[in-house]
């Protein structure tokens, strides 16, 4: 009987490990044990333990079964007797430690437990390493992300005060903070008409610093001529914000926002959060690779985990057919099910905007203008909350012309019933956000684009064209615009999240 399972997904992920990832022929079953030992290496490196979804394997035919002997080294022996690479015991162990009890007493546990982290490292892979990336690279980020690389350059501080003297500028550093991906420095200016030389100068200061496309960023404080200054790193001094972060701060959640939603954290390294309720629909747009889906993820995960939570439904939309696959077993989405064709999308948003129109006639009749409101008086409708989430807007309306109709008429009056939309594109430009729709949409997320015209799209402003990638983001709310740096959420989060959410919504 074999010892560990897994699917015909699965095990075609060992086989594009070892043959396309390592370079090795993955033929015979021998070869195989480095993806697995690599797949849970990689699942023990997540702080939350895996579902018990994995116990349940959908597909098996295609799959594979192991013995210990495989996976862990069990009783491998020299020809005199030694062992050799046995390591099961140190597998156990570890295992132990992560699950806090004694898997040794109980091997039936201890096989489930390595099973269901195997699955889970196998299911990183398949999601997070992409073809054209080096393998390696991709394994080191995926067991060393988090770790709180960056330290202090102390030669930064005379580097910028010299470049600031080259451009005119006299300022004193007041104090220095690290953030995950910049440094702030708070700089005093002792004269006001310091301030629109240094805003002017921000081009050639990052021409000076060798920053390269990206650029120092200001923002102003409640200090009396104090400015901050932020500086970004090398990428090898980066920390990474992970995704059991953003479920910690959801849990432990107890301000007063109805649908409070945590795309990362500040420069400085602070949860960053805002209310969908308020917003109340976001437009999020940023190039291939910026980190647009991931952020999608984070403000799913966030509602998922949320107060609010047993008062919200979900529509999720997605022409690319990819990037929502994961939340396809989350139950009561409406529409029934992940949306990914064009004339389906449409006939869903048409009703969306009957749900609207029905909503609006019972807030008429309570004499009350939003959900919010009727409450206050007192009223309580028997309605959800309905968060509506776009993937990819410009492939949507490029099948279907008509969608952008009933988007425009839930973009200008779904608040007041509750129905708030996010919609996302990774080319961001005056055909996909519309007039209609961003004169509606107040709030905004951009993440990297290529050209400073993209960033007005998004934002009516620059700056989202010198970002540093990987989820950096600028937001633009009624507070103004804040730099953020997106959570990394796995697929793991996810799963979490819809397990957590399904169990107790």
Known sequence: MSDISIGALDEQTIERVIEQGLGVRAKRDARKWVALRLALAASLRLPTPPDESLDHIEDRKGGNSYHLEQVTGKGLRHEDGEPRQDYDDTACALLSIFHQMNLFDDYAAYRRFLQRHIRRGLREFRTGWRDSHDFHEFLFQELFSGESRHAVDDGLVDRLSGALEEIGITAETRRVVEGPRLTRFFLYLPSADDLAPITRGLGKLGHILGLGAQNAFLTHTDEPKVIALDIP???????????????????????????????????????????????????????????????????????????????????????????????????????????????????????????????????????????????????????????????????????????????????????????????????????????????????????????????????????????????????????????????????????SAISRYQRNG
């Not at 790193?233 to 920390?239: A, E, L």
Request: aromatic share 4%; with cysteine; net charge negative.
């Open 233 to 495: 790193r090398r990428q090898d001094t980066w920390s990474t914000v992970m995704g059991y972060q953003l479920a910690d701060w959801a849990d432990k959640y107890e301000g007063d926002f109805l649908l409070p939603v945590w795309p990362g954290v500040d420069v400085i390294g602070n949860p960053f959060v805002l209310d969908l309720a308020v917003a109340p629909h976001l437009l999020v747009g940023g190039t291939t690779g910026s980190g647009k889906s991931v952020c999608l993820n984070a403000l799913i995960v966030s509602l998922l985990r949320g107060p609010s939570r047993e008062r919200l439904q979900l529509c999720l939309i997605d022409p690319k057919r990819v990037e929502f696959e994961p939340y396809r077993r989350l139950e009561g989405l409406f529409g029934g099910e992940v949306i990914t064709e064009a004339q389906e999308a449409r006939a869903v948003l048409l009703q969306l905007v009957v749900e609207m129109e029905t909503r609006t006639q019972l807030l008429a009749q309570v004499g009350a203008r939003d959900l919010a409101e009727a409450h206050q008086h007192g009223v309580m409708l028997d309605v959800l909350r309905i968060v509506v989430v776009v993937e990819e807007l410009a492939d949507l309306l490029m099948q279907d012309e008509d969608a952008e109709m009933p988007l425009v008429r839930l973009a200008g009056k779904a608040r007041a019933s509750g129905i708030h939309l996010v919609l996302a594109t990774q080319r961001p430009d005056a055909a996909t956000f519309s007039g209609l729709l961003r004169s509606n949409i107040p709030s905004r997320i951009a993440l990297t684009v290529q050209k400073a015209s993209e960033s007005k799209i998004i934002l009516d402003e620059t700056g989202a064209d010198h970002l540093t990638g990987q989820g950096d983001m600028l937001i633009k709310t009624a507070q103004g615009t804040t730099r953020v740096h997106g959570v990394k959420v796995s697929t793991d989060d996810i799963a």
